[in-house]
């Protein structure tokens, strides 16, 4: 490990951190040395990982929700006293539906939790990331922030979005020693990739199995991606190493881009 690498003692919040890639990061910034402080709207959840955890500060929070977001920022503020790392990684998968069969509703919720949450995050987060001295952001977006994909306008939409967020605050934080990059994980094995092919499956009336292999077939790899892969990006991004590394929407994909 490079000496750059040392993130102990760096103050962290995760949106979504109870469970899936938050988890997973979760894990990896507390064997760094951090504090870490996660919020989900699963607090059932939350207990649980706070029983395993006990040095993990937690909170529920819904990031669609301004007066929700406000609180966690309070909570962060007193409990924390400080942030050096904000990683946005609150999303749905939003429906898996033909364009014209989507619903208002649907679309809204998507776009609700996958970018105007960021956005809500963002804001309370950069005062206290001007404060620190080397502020980092971390979005998450996806590969359908790079593609599209039929009966995924919405979410593909919506990580589209992060990226162009990404990058224009890294240009207006960037004046203030802040970096912000987002990370495009690809498919990553586990339950919530595994819905979305089998809602995808039903929807093109193709088995599971076979659009399974499809989806690993797209990676140079011939395998998803791991959700500690994408944990390590985020671990790298954040720390020393990636000093010079900002306005980047960074691929985690086993090189699926090439093969679509």
Same mark, same amino acid.
């Given at each position: 490990?490079?000496?750059?690498?040392?993130?102990?003692?760096?103050?962290?919040?995760?949106?979504?951190?109870?469970?899936?890639?938050?988890?997973?990061?979760?894990?990896?910034?507390?064997?760094?040395?951090?504090?870490?402080?996660?919020?989900?709207?699963?607090?059932?959840?939350?207990?649980?990982?706070?029983?395993?955890?006990?040095?993990?500060?937690?909170?529920?929070?819904?990031?669609?929700?301004?007066?929700?977001?406000?609180?966690?920022?309070?909570?962060?503020?007193?409990?924390?006293?400080?942030?050096?790392?904000?990683?946005?990684?609150?999303?749905?998968?939003?429906?898996?539906?033909?364009?014209?069969?989507? =619903?208002?509703?649907?679309?809204?919720?998507?776009?609700?939790?996958?970018?105007?949450?960021?956005? @809500?995050?963002?804001?309370?987060?950069?005062?206290? @990331?001007?404060?620190?001295?080397?502020? #980092?952001?971390?979005?998450?977006?996806? #590969?359908?922030?790079? @593609?599209?994909?039929?009966?995924?306008?919405?979410?593909?939409?919506?990580?589209?979005?992060?990226?162009?967020?990404?990058?224009?605050?890294?240009?207006?934080?960037?004046?203030?020693?802040?970096?912000?990059?987002?990370?495009?994980?690809?498919?990553?094995?586990?339950?919530?990739?595994?819905?979305?092919?089998?809602?995808?499956?039903?929807?093109?009336?193709v088995?599971?199995?076979?659009?399974?292999? =499809?989806?690993?077939?797209?990676?140079?790899?011939?395998?998803?991606v =791991?959700?500690?892969?994408?944990?390590?990006?985020?671990l790298?991004?954040?720390?020393?190493?990636?000093?010079?590394?900002?306005?980047?929407?960074?691929?985690?994909?086993?090189?699926?881009?090439?093969?679509?």
């Open positions: 490990m490079f000496d750059d690498v040392s993130m102990k003692g760096k103050k962290v919040l995760i949106t979504a951190g109870a469970s899936g890639l938050g988890l997973e990061m979760l894990k990896s910034f507390l064997g760094a040395g951090c504090e870490v402080f996660i919020c989900d709207i699963d607090e059932k959840q939350l207990g649980i990982v706070q029983a395993e955890f006990p040095t993990v500060h937690t909170a529920v929070s819904d990031v669609s929700d301004e007066a929700s977001v406000s609180d966690l920022f309070q909570q962060v503020s007193t409990r924390l006293g400080g942030l050096d790392v904000l990683i946005n990684n609150a999303g749905i998968a939003g429906p898996t539906a033909y364009i014209e069969s989507v =619903t208002k509703a649907d679309w809204d919720r998507t776009l609700d939790i996958n970018i105007t949450g960021q956005f @809500l995050c963002a804001r309370l987060a950069i005062p206290m @990331l001007k404060a620190s001295d080397a502020g #980092v952001m971390i979005n998450m977006s996806s #590969v359908a922030g790079h @593609l599209g994909y039929a009966g995924r306008a919405p979410y593909s939409a919506s990580k589209w979005a992060v990226i162009g967020f990404t990058k224009s605050l890294a240009i207006e934080l960037g004046q203030f020693g802040i970096r912000v990059n987002a990370i495009l994980p690809g498919a990553v094995e586990g339950p919530r990739v595994q819905a979305v092919i089998a809602a995808k499956a039903k929807t093109m009336g088995p599971v199995d076979e659009l399974t292999k =499809t989806y690993e077939s797209r990676s140079s790899l011939g395998r998803m =791991t959700a500690k892969d994408i944990a390590n990006m985020a790298f991004t954040a720390s020393g190493a990636a000093n010079s590394v900002t306005g980047q929407a960074l691929v985690v994909d086993g090189n699926m881009q090439s093969l679509v």
